[in-house]
């Protein structure tokens, strides 16, 4: 997991190289297709209700379809 850098105005920002480490982390397989999943909560309690997992299941389930 990534973490974001939190600017003044409220919005999160991550590092390009962040991504790229991400996507490419299997060496061996560097063109291969593949999607970044993201997923927020806004509360501790939205998290601790499963939303977070929720999503996560949600994006999953559509990146697979999509191939």
Do not use: C, F
């Not at 999943?37 to 559509?62: F, H, I």
């Amino acid at each position: 997991m990534i973490q974001p850098e939190h600017i003044p105005t409220g919005h999160r920002r991550y590092r390009v190289i962040e991504l790229q480490k991400l996507m490419y982390e299997n060496e061996d397989l560097p063109s291969a297709p593949g999607w970044i999943l993201y997923a927020r909560v806004s509360t501790q309690k939205q998290e601790e209700e499963g939303n977070l997992d929720r999503q996560m299941r949600r994006l999953s389930a559509y990146a697979a379809k999509q191939g």
